[in-house]
Every structure is written in C-alpha cells, then in structure tokens.
C-alpha cells in the first residue's frame, strides 16, 4: 500500500510539473506562429512608387505661359514635380486621348501581338457618324499589332472596338478593365465609358489624370515604340488590298509648321463636345516632360498651347542633384531608436536627391523621416524608406538598408556560458505555473515524511519484554 501511494505521489506530481511545462510549451508555440504570420504580412519596399508633387509654394516660381486651353498639366517625370497646373482637377471629355488608356490596357493583356482580331459588325457599324476610318469591313482580321498602329497614329475608332471586344468579351467588360487600371496609376477622378472617346456624358476625365495616365503608358517600351512611330501600313484588308496607311496625327511630331525636336510620343483627340485635346511626352537634356492641354480650340492652337509649355519647362527650371543633407550619425541615432535591440554596422542608401527648380535659384534644405520594416525584426540586415521634404511637400524617397552586429548563437552562448535567461510568459501562467509547482512539491514532501514515517520500527506496547527473556 505504501509503494502505491509512493507511485501515485509521484506520477501525480510528474503530471503536475508537465502541465506547468506544455503550458508553457503552447505560449511559445503561439509566438513562432504569430511570427511566421508577421513575416509573411512584413513590408516589401522595392522601388518608392512615384507621385506627382508639388512644392512651388517652397521655392520663388516663375509665372507660367498664358494659354488658351481650359485645363493644362505640365509634369517633370524624373523628379515627379508639378511645373504648370490649370483646372487640372476638372472632369473634361477626353475625345481620342483615350485611346493611350485602350493602348495600355491591350498591351499589357496581351501575349502576343501577332495574333488576329476579328473586326465585327459593331466594330465597324456601332461607331457615330463622321468617327470611321474605313480600315476593315465586317469579318477581315488584322494583328494586335497593326490595329495598335491604327489605333495611336491613325486614330481608329474601329480598332478601338475591334480591340476592346477582343480582350474584354465586350464593351463593358473592357472598360471596366480601363477604370480599374486608371486607378492602379492614380487617375482617381476619372470615368471611361468607352475604350475610343466618341460622345458619351458619362466618359470624363481630368488633366492630373490624363499625366499619370501617359506617364504609365511611356514606361511600357512597346506602347513607346507604337507611339513615337510617324508612319506604319498595316496588312492588307477587304477595303484595302494593299494595306492601310497611318501617319501620325500630332503635327508636333510630323514635318509640319508646328514641328518640335523634344517631342517624341502623344495622341491627339477631337470630338465637338470635347474641342481638341492633346497629351505630349518631351525630352531635352535631363528633364522629360508630360504636357496636357484639355478643351482647346483647333488643332493648331493645341500644339502652341503644347509648345509654350515645353518652352517653360525646359527653359525656367534645371535639374540639380543635391546631398540629402543627412548627418550619418543623426541617422546611426534614428536608427537605434527603431532597433533597440542591436549595435549597427553599417547603413547605406542614394543620399543624392535630384531637385528641380527655376533657373538661378537655390534649393532650401530639405527635411527627412525614416522608417524600418518589421519583416526582418532581429535579423542581420533590415530594409527601410527614408523620406524627404521641402517644406511640408515630399520631394524624394529612397530605399535603405542596414546591417546590425548580431550578438552570439545560442548554440556559441551554451558553451561558454550557462543559459540563466528565463523563458518570457505571460503573467497569469507564470501564477498558474508556480501554483502548480508548489503544489507538486507539497505532496512530495507529504510523501516522504509519511514514508519515513511509516519506515520507523514499531514500538511494543509492553516495553520490558525483552528485559523478560
């Protein structure tokens, strides 16, 4: 009896401690769970996203050209600045300029542009009076390709159907596939309800919008190839055997009176509720402009509104690279701050900003803030974001990266040092541990005593027998 009650003693205090133990165990569990999810949800900081800024309120701006269309944009593309803004927030009709977005949308949809598309009747029939371009009859085929030379210098309504049916299924599918990539690039306070421009109320769009659009567009080498070609001539067809002709529409590109060298892609556009309108990509030097002119009236006066605009923005601003201005020991301090777990060895990052300003002016100092990632928490490098400011407006973002000296593997600690750290746990568990723990050792200790108890030799009632024998 008192080798089981010694059993049960015993087994009941192991089971005791081994609940303590897999209390324990499951916490940790939970916490490499929740890592691996925190992990996995961690920051991914590649290249900083391009914005459209506007910081002239911190700097002297020279004044702007006086032009006829009613909503302009001007946008510097290699350092994202705002040089000329008129209504640019307006929702204006687009007219053909649309056809960039309908460009952008079939190229990236698309595996091959050598495969045919079929021109329907409602390709060639469904377009208002005075939009066709006669290109294809009900039936013929052309290739991606040729429909998208049609469609940017040409100007085809057809191939704008042809194409949207092609890759939509239908007109509504497709510009459903319009409006969600006008938001991807931030044309936020747009409407496309079409993928050719022709009249509709409810096809809107806006300067800002119509910028973010082109700059998109731009980045996409095939779309730059299409629209910065004069002339193209497509297979041939049932209207036309030997193929059909496309020049290019924006007489700022052709040899014309309105010619400009640092033009090198763009789409013009007319309807009568639209007036004319016209977006522009230029190069000279270092500045890359994107110019927008909206509601202009002829197509003459949209490439002179176009050029006084390219006129200000290469001639009134230069590009100047300049430090960050960032003390390394003032970022080593910010840095501790976020990571205060680890020395640092090393940071690097592209401390030279390029800043575009008017001509013969200073750039003020600039400001910055800078973020560390959560995903690589405790490892041996972290990436991070510095921002930087003119003023309130962000001028700059760049990507950095920073190496920190790791303390000794556990495994190098258990030999030269004996682990005393104890495990972290929450507080009622630790409660519930040492409840348990003191519990078991007070029936161990109940179990010795009763056995020594019960171990000492029994004393006979009568305490002289043996003085008897």
């Not at 009941?12 to 569990?29: D, E, W």
């Not at 039936?139 to 890759?167: I, K, P, T, W």
């Not at 190069?283 to 006129?311: H, P, S, W, Y």
Request: negative net charge; aromatic residues 8%; proline residues 4%.
């Amino acid at each position: 009896m008192i080798k089981q009650f010694k059993k049960s003693l015993i087994i009941l205090s192991v089971i005791i401690l081994a609940f303590s133990a897999n209390t324990f165990a499951v916490t940790k569990g939970a916490d490499v769970v929740y890592s691996e999810v925190a992990e996995e949800k961690g920051l991914t900081l590649g290249l900083a996203s391009r914005e459209l800024f506007n910081y002239r309120s911190e700097i002297a701006w020279p004044d702007g050209p006086e032009i006829d269309a009613e909503g302009a944009y001007l946008v510097e593309i290699n350092t994202g600045s705002v040089l000329y803004s008129k209504s640019f927030n307006q929702q204006f009709y687009p007219a053909s300029i649309t056809k960039i977005l309908t460009a952008l949308v079939v190229i990236e949809n698309c595996d091959n542009l050598d495969e045919m598309v079929t021109f329907s009747k409602n390709a060639v029939h469904d377009i208002e009076e005075g939009g066709f371009s006669w290109i294809c009859e009900v039936g013929d085929q052309l290739s991606v390709r040729d429909c998208l030379y049609a469609l940017m210098l040409h100007s085809s309504n057809e191939c704008a159907y042809a194409l949207a049916e092609h890759f939509g299924g239908s007109i509504q599918r497709f510009t459903s596939m319009m409006n969600e990539k006008a938001k991807e690039v931030g044309a936020y306070n747009s409407n496309f309800a079409n993928p050719h421009g022709l009249t509709n109320p409810d096809h809107v769009t806006t300067p800002h919008d119509m910028a973010c659009i082109m700059w998109a567009a731009i980045q996409n080498p095939v779309f730059l190839k299409i629209d910065s070609t004069v002339t193209y001539r497509t297979a041939p067809t049932t209207t036309n055997p030997e193929g059909f002709f496309c020049n290019m529409r924006h007489s700022m590109m052709r040899n014309t009176d309105y010619h400009d060298d640092r033009v090198i892609a763009g789409k013009t556009g007319y309807i009568s509720a639209a007036k004319n309108t016209l977006v522009t990509y230029a190069k000279d030097g270092d500045k890359e402009l994107i110019a927008v002119v909206m509601r202009t009236n002829g197509t003459g006066q949209a490439c002179i509104d176009t050029k006084k605009l390219l006129d200000y923005g290469f001639n009134s601003f230069e590009i100047t690279p300049v430090p960050s201005g960032v003390e390394l020991d003032a970022l080593k301090s910010e840095i501790s701050q976020k990571a205060t777990d680890l020395a640092i060895e090393g940071v690097s990052y592209d401390d030279t900003i390029d800043i575009i300003h008017p001509k013969n002016s200073s750039v003020p100092e600039l400001k910055w803030s800078m973020e560390l990632s959560d995903s690589n928490e405790g490892s041996a490098e972290r990436k991070g974001e510095i921002t930087f400011f003119l003023g309130e407006k962000v001028v700059a973002k760049r990507d950095i990266s920073v190496s920190f000296i790791q303390p000794a593997s556990q495994e190098e600690s258990q030999e030269t040092l004996p682990d005393t750290s104890a495990p972290e746990i929450s507080s009622s568990k630790t409660i519930l541990i040492v409840i348990l723990s003191v519990a078991a050792a007070a029936l161990i200790a109940t179990a010795v005593i009763f056995i020594k108890i019960s171990s000492r030799p029994k004393t006979r009632e009568k305490g002289t027998s043996r003085r008897k024998k």
